[in-house]
């Protein structure tokens, strides 16, 4: 079973700040990858996916990287709508997500 | 507009069943697969099942192999999970998403507790 180890598990950020978020893959999985916010009692919204497309009607200070086994989530410039849990979601073999990443006001 | 909606879930005691549904609107529900995610209190997302469109590929975690099955109605457009054995494990919120370039529409949710 492939492994995602997501980091950090936290991060305290000021409105403005420009923040990354890691994804670690157990081995390769191409760009069959996907970055997902969710926000308390909601469902997870999709913002990028095959690694680094940007999902239509999400900001574009989001963006994604990677490929084979090392992912990146950018936010150039974090807003105040932006705090949030951020995952991680491979889909090359099953569907594994990372353990997530909240991202709390400084 | 593209929706799923979860129903079914409720409060059932260690052992006992549940059968949750996810309603489909909005898009043609016989071309993409489909998929179960549930997410435990206070924890990540964890995924559960996926299935094919015309239902030929099944799959689950190992967590709830042997125990939950998920199916599908096309006719009907609904998908189904049909959990049986419920442990207090398996006490989740409970999400149907639809499977496009990964998970791209997701439900609001129904909340399982299993507890005596």
């Known amino acids: 079973d492939i492994q995602m180890t997501q980091s950090p598990s936290s991060l305290s950020a000021s409105v403005g700040d420009r923040v990354t978020i890691t994804c670690r893959a157990s081995?390769?999985?191409?760009?069959?990858l996907g970055w997902y916010q969710q926000k308390p009692g909601k469902a997870p919204k999709r913002l990028i996916y095959?690694?680094?497309s940007l999902q239509s009607g999400v900001p574009s200070r989001f963006s994604g990287s990677g490929s084979g086994t090392e992912f990146t989530l950018t936010i150039s410039s974090l807003q105040p709508e932006d705090f949030a849990t951020y995952y991680c979601?491979?889909?090359?073999?099953?569907?594994?997500f990372g353990g997530g990443t909240k991202v709390e006001i400084k | 507009e593209v929706q799923l909606v979860e129903s079914g879930g409720g409060l059932v005691k260690p052992g006992g069943s549940l059968r949750l549904s996810c309603a489909a609107s909005?898009?043609?529900?016989?071309?993409?697969?489909m998929n179960w995610v549930r997410q435990a209190p206070g924890k990540g997302l964890e995924w559960v099942s996926s299935?094919?469109?015309?239902?030929?590929?099944?799959y689950y975690a190992d967590s709830v192999k042997g125990r939950f099955t998920i199916s599908r109605d096309n006719a009907k457009n609904s998908l189904y999970l049909q959990m049986n054995s419920l442990r207090a494990e398996d006490t989740a919120v409970y999400y149907c998403?639809?499977?496009?370039?990964?998970?791209?529409?997701w439900g609001q949710g129904t909340t399982v507790t299993v507890s005596s």
């Open positions: 998403a639809r499977d496009y370039e990964n998970l791209d529409v």
């Open positions: 909005g898009f043609t529900f016989s071309s993409y697969s």
């Open positions: 299935i094919s469109s015309s239902s030929s590929y099944i």
């Open positions: 081995q390769g999985i191409r760009n069959d």
């Open positions: 095959a690694a680094s």
């Open positions: 979601l491979q889909h090359n073999s099953y569907l594994t």
